[in-house]
């Protein structure tokens, strides 16, 4: 059975945005697989890191470093991209409310 045309144009939509180029400094998290659902927690994240790559391949292997230093090579289609936490606190402007009763 072949896909519709609107899902395979969704697909090349979707596929297009998905960026699995990494760069030296860039962080990422790593897909662990031998976690399990079941002992671990639903939500427990199934994602390692935050790591940093030191550098990418042509045909997908990226050398990552740890907190300790050590350098291991992973495929790069168990990687994402590590997006850091925003910590600064947007000033909000105070909005009083009145409430007018016809009573």
């Known amino acids: 059975m072949t896909m519709p045309r609107f ?3 969704v697909k090349r939509w979707h596929d297009k945005r998905i960026k699995k180029e990494f760069t030296p ?3 990422v998290l790593l897909f662990n697989s031998r976690v399990k659902l079941f002992g671990h927690g639903k939500l427990q ?3 390692e890191g935050p790591f940093e790559v ?3 391949s042509s045909h997908g292997a990226v050398t990552l470093r740890n907190n300790e230093g050590t350098l291991f090579k992973v495929n790069g289609q168990h990687l994402k991209l590590f997006l850091e ?3 600064e ?3 909000v402007d105070e909005i009083t409310l009145f409430l ?3 009573s």
């Open 25 to 27: 400094g860039d962080k």
């Open 100 to 102: 007018i009763s016809n």
């Open 89 to 91: 606190l947007e000033e």
């Open 54 to 56: 030191v550098t990418s």
């Open 45 to 47: 994240s199934k994602s």
């Open 7 to 9: 899902i395979k144009r």
């Open 85 to 87: 936490p925003n910590n």
